[in-house]
């Protein structure tokens, strides 16, 4: 009898045993057949262009946005597009929350000059060799208007990202310097905030604008001088937050091969989306080193850096031209490398976050 119960007990087992083996099988074997095969890197970024689709009406400027999805994406999202050229043709109604879809058969391609292509490339600073180190990019915004705290932001130790204002004189010349002392250029380009009471300088990027308006305010900035990598936006809460002006400079930088450094002046930007619609080669502010700017705070903030860094591999952060920024950034560059850290270029680390290999 004993002899028999163990028996049933032991076959209850083998069966429960085998059953929730056989779930686990099934589970593994259908996830092989249901998900698409993707590198993590794919994942991230076709959830950064599924933002894009669904947050952006349709609207001509996006048009090779899609075609961008589908380069990205595989079969299953190819699908999805025909779908949504099927139910543009038959009933113009909503697909998948997007309104007017797109019609697929007059979609333009991302157009770049060829002479131009890698611009930023050729621009950045070169580096020495590739570490495992985390990398720090410090970038100072608003270069240029200012001569004399811009001829000492050029005294840090290389290489800092310095980002010039478009309107501010003598540029040729001093961006000359910052080269030549073997700092990183970027073009600070005014865009507009969403405040009315603050002043964002002349010549400033607005919603408001045609597109024709947005490219020639756009295009004059990038004429004044040469030499930079890409640009940030100068303020730019409102702008950056408004797909149709964003794509209007998203175009402009793909076609010049330049890169783009959000600032993140706003939650609401949507450079990132934009930027991976367009395949500008994209990387974003972690910190604002001196939006209080005693010295105390702004050495604070230098230490939330190296945190962020030493976890995430790489830390970027913008600071400004004011005497207790300098002040503290003389003093702690000094003994970034022995503390363990990379100094970069802004162009390395949208090297390494977007795994373009070699790095240097
Ligand atoms: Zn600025």
């Given at each position: 009898m004993i002899y028999r119960i163990t028996t049933l007990i032991l076959l209850a087992f083998a069966i429960l045993f085998f059953a929730l083996h056989w779930a686990n099988l099934v589970d593994s074997v259908s996830s092989k057949f249901t998900q698409?095969?993707?590198?993590n890197k794919h994942i991230k970024r076709e959830a950064i262009a599924s933002l894009a689709l669904d947050n952006d009406k349709y609207n001509?400027?996006?048009?090779n946005q899609y075609y961008k999805v589908e380069d990205e994406r595989n079969t299953e999202i190819k699908q999805k597009k025909i779908e949504v050229g099927k139910l543009n043709n038959e009933s113009k109604s909503e697909f998948n929350g997007i309104k007017?879809?797109?019609?697929?058969?007059k979609t333009k391609m991302i157009f770049e000059e060829p002479s131009l292509k890698d611009t930023w490339k050729r621009n950045s600073v070169q580096i020495g060799e590739a570490t495992n180190s985390p990398k720090i990019a410090i970038v100072i915004d608003d270069a240029g208007v200012d001569k004399k705290r811009t001829a000492a932001v050029i005294q840090l130790q290389p290489p800092i990202t310095i980002a010039f204002l478009t309107y501010a004189s003598e540029l040729k010349k001093q961006v000359r310097s910052a080269k030549k002392a073997g700092h990183e250029i970027i073009v600070h380009m005014a865009m507009e905030p969403?405040?009315?009471?603050?002043d964002p300088g002349p010549n400033v990027l607005l919603i408001k604008s045609g597109s024709k308006e947005i490219l020639d305010q756009l295009r004059w900035g990038l004429n004044r001088f040469n030499g930079y990598v890409g640009i940030n936006n100068h303020m730019g809460s409102r702008f950056t937050s408004d797909p149709n002006g964003m794509g209007i400079v998203m175009r402009e930088l793909k076609r010049r091969g330049l890169l783009f450094l959000d600032s993140?002046?706003?939650?609401?930007?949507?450079g990132a989306s934009m930027a991976l619609a367009y395949d500008v080669p994209y990387t974003q502010r972690d910190?604002?080193?001196?939006?209080?700017?005693?010295l105390g705070a702004i050495n604070r903030q230098l230490g939330k850096i190296e945190s962020f860094a030493k976890k995430n591999g790489y830390a970027v952060a913008i600071g400004h031209p004011k005497d207790a920024t300098l002040k503290a950034l003389s003093q702690w560059l000094k003994t970034l490398k022995e503390r363990g850290f990379s100094q970069m270029p802004i162009s390395q680390l949208v090297k390494v976050q977007n795994n373009i290999f070699p790095p240097n």
């Open positions: 698409p095969n993707l590198s001509p400027i996006f048009e007017n879809p797109l019609v697929l058969d969403e405040s009315k009471n603050i993140r002046t706003s939650k609401n930007t949507v910190f604002f080193l001196d939006n209080d700017n005693s």
